[in-house]
């Protein structure tokens, strides 16, 4: 009987290729976000306000288990840089599924990568896809414990974004307890308020990006 | 329900180590933290699966859970029963969670 001392990840495969990945965009001057958040919180509205507000050149990767409907909702929003990938029943995006769509991606042309993950709280936080920001998405309808009950998503994003903040008042949310979960979570989080109805949160989000992007 | 993906992930990093003897696997230890996102029973359920069809059936599966630890700006290291664990010290969050967040294969046994 032999033993042989590993101490790898259980993701291993994953990471190799997810630091192939950052490689690639670094080289080619891309800053990827990965984009988590429920089914119907809205990361797909949130790229639609992206597409016709933030005024720099990046493109979309939108994972979904059925369907390309999202990215062709990005592309008549007027982003035509936007990819679908149907991952047929799987409950996440892996780092191979991005390394083959970047394929078809002109990196050299874009600033930034967006990458909205399959609406899941759960998988995507577990699989690193070569981003360099990692984003939560919450929103006011979804009830304000979702952060409690999801701490590897939580424990993991740099970013929160609380969103649909218009509907705040018309609900019992607690803002300031999911504010104060956000940070029990990851003391160093940052947490923007949006609206894409009235355009809240989204200058500060903007300018958010292009800070970290200058950092990468 | 991402358990599936990890095991094939896994399978695959210990055939990528051991090249040749990955019939000679015996036993595979592993750690799951806490807060990995990962359920241990579905993960083995998973390794099980994938182990039958790789012809290694007989192949043991031993995983460890793994608290979730942290250490506060106040320097003092605690065990979180939840995240919502505050610093038994100062009652502070402001912290590094230092483990219980990774899925890790610790070592594996071979038969001679």
């Known amino acids: ?216 | 329900m991402h358990e599936f993906a990890l095991a094939q992930d896994i399978v695959e990093t210990i055939a990528r180590n051991v090249g040749d003897e990955m019939s000679k696997l015996d036993v595979i230890h592993m750690e799951v933290g806490q807060f990995s996102g990962a359920v241990i029973d579905s993960l083995e359920f998973g390794l099980k699966i994938i182990l039958q069809e790789k012809n290694l059936p007989a192949v043991k599966i031993n995983i460890v859970p793994v608290p979730a630890a942290a250490i506060c700006d106040c320097k003092t290291e605690y065990e979180l029963d939840s995240i919502m664990t505050a610093c038994p010290s100062c009652g502070s969050f402001q912290r590094q969670i230092t483990s219980g967040k990774d899925v890790i294969i610790k070592s594996i046994e071979l038969k001679d």
């Open chain 1, 1 to 216: 009987m032999k033993t042989q001392d590993l101490n790898l990840s259980a993701q291993e495969s994953n990471q190799l290729i997810a630091s192939g990945n950052r490689n690639v965009f670094y080289e080619s001057g891309v800053f990827a976000v990965n984009i988590i958040g429920s089914p119907g919180c809205g990361k797909t509205s949130i790229l639609e306000y992206t597409a016709n507000h933030f005024d720099e050149k990046f493109a979309v990767i939108v994972g979904d288990v059925k369907t390309a409907l999202d990215a062709d909702r990005i592309i008549k929003s007027g982003q035509k840089n936007a990819y679908a990938i149907e991952t047929g029943g799987g409950c996440h995006l892996t780092a191979n599924m991005i390394r083959e769509k970047a394929m078809e991606i002109d990196l050299k042309g874009i600033d930034y990568l967006f990458i909205e993950n399959v609406g899941n709280l759960v998988c995507p936080s577990a699989f690193d896809l070569g981003e360099n920001l990692k984003i939560a998405v919450l929103s006011i309808p979804e009830g304000d414990e979702k952060v409690r009950k999801y701490p590897s998503l939580f424990i993991r994003a740099a970013a929160v974004i609380i969103n649909k903040i218009d509907l705040l008042g018309f609900m019992d949310y607690d803002i300031e307890q999911v504010k104060a979960d956000c940070r029990a979570h990851n003391s160093n989080v940052k947490i923007f308020e949006t609206s894409v109805k009235t355009g809240k949160g989204f200058d500060e989000f903007f300018q958010y990006l292009r800070d970290q992007r200058k950092h990468f």
